[in-house]
């Protein structure tokens, strides 16, 4: 048996039974249980059994009983809220349990959100005495991992999600419980959006001129970065460029095609500023660190290089000793666009001619070498900072270490641009979040309200223009009723409601008899 404390369990708990398949033949059957589906053994043992004949025996698969006839499945009942489960049905169901576990190998995964020795008083001696348990605690998803996954240098996808709706999914993450896979079908969202409902995402291909359309080209020139560019071009009076832009679609489609190919590379470099980052706050001890999701929204809106955690960094860098910095320099050699070789191998001739690390070399910026001197003049103390001296290899190490720092400085500069300002950003980069939030966090409430009160905004048909504002007996009966109910109050008399209601939708010549019977019946 395993205790898990209550967390983000579903993907957890199939991981270990994948894992513990993959070193055998052996196929593993998760069987999901809740206090809800276990009122007593009987029920607990029935869904059992269901579950775990569905997983196995597929009807569309003619050699399903032969291959479980050849391997014995083990089976892994996952009994999520086991602290609320009543303790005479989990008595008896580890009882049977282990009454075929020499038939049936059985593996009992447990949710528990109390600590271990709350769930131990309530259970019976006897089945302390049946279980082997053993305690983990299922960690939360790697959200850096994966927003890293998505957007990394290596992966072969050319759409980047956007700063503000990468900080909405993030906020979504941390105010709900989400799974793994929940958490990557909201990405395949992001993407599956951008290509289908923008029909400039043709151009992450790279198409010749013959595929696009007339259409293609003057949805570009209605794009916003478009305006800015041409505006751009004519501050410098280059006019020639602005017609060519406005009239030639071939060399609109030359220069879209290099504009898109200098977005990506500014987003990469983007991305290895961040992973910049990342590693070097790898050294610090504070737990005021950046997550990547965060350093990317930073990123992608600029404002990276002037952010006060980058200037905590660069400051931490400057402070280095002469070991940490030859390790934090040999991990930088990592990122593609950071060159800093030179200084490097300054560093390791430094190191070698200093006697290795076992005295480190530390420069003028270390805080151990200043020291504050305490003078009474007047009878009043005064506080003063005294800076020791240094020796010449500390001052070479100093000078090596300060252009480390003007190295990182210009990279997160010319590194950290606010995608906004790219030419055709559009096409690359998605950043609408009312897509996502209308899917993943929908109001279908206010969505029938909304129908139900302006029916022409959905309809589209003529015969509801005029009547925007008032009751017509073209609009569907429900949405009639359900604007007559709005405006009566607390107690409804249906009589009146009904004859409001006629009078809407009845035509002219009705017979008063017929009516005073219809408001009979319905009283």
Known sequence: MHYANAGVVNDAVRFVCASYAEKSEERVLVVNLSSQQTPNLKAALKHVNRQATNQSFDADDEDAFNDTQQVVSDISPWLRDGQVLDRKVFDDLTDVVQSWSNRIPFVLFIGIATSIDLFQENLSISTIRRLRAVQFRINQVDVDLIFKNAVSLDQPSKVWPGPGLSRLLLQRHHDTVQSLSSLIGSLKYVYMTHIFTNPLSILLAKPTKSTLQVYHYEAIRNLASFKREVESLLDKSECGAVRRLLDDDDFLHIKVISAIESCQGRLRRIISAIDTVTIIQSYLNSKNKRSWPDLYAKSMLGELNESPFVKEILLFVRKMP???????????????????????????????????????????????????????????????????????????????????????????????????????????????????????LPKPRYAIERALSSPHDYLGCSCCNGAEQTLSASQPATAILYQLYLESGAIINVADLWSAFHTIVARENVDEGIERKRVLLVA
């Open 322 to 440: 002469s070991h940490t910095l030859q390790e934090l320099l040999s991990r930088l050699k990592e990122i593609p666009l950071l060159d800093l070789q030179s200084e490097a191998q300054d560093l390791q001739a430094l190191i070698s001619s200093s006697g290795g690390n076992e005295n480190p070399l530390r420069s003028e910026h270390d805080a151990h070498r200043q020291t504050l001197r305490a003078t009474v003049v007047a009878q009043k103390v005064e506080l003063s900072k005294h800076s020791s001296s240094l020796s010449k290899k500390e001052l070479d190490y100093s000078k090596v270490i300060n252009r480390v720092d003007a190295a990182l400085r210009e990279f997160f500069q010319t590194h950290s641009v606010d995608f906004r300002s790219m030419f055709l950003h559009e096409i690359v980069v998605y950043d609408f979040k009312s897509p996502h939030r209308d899917t993943f």
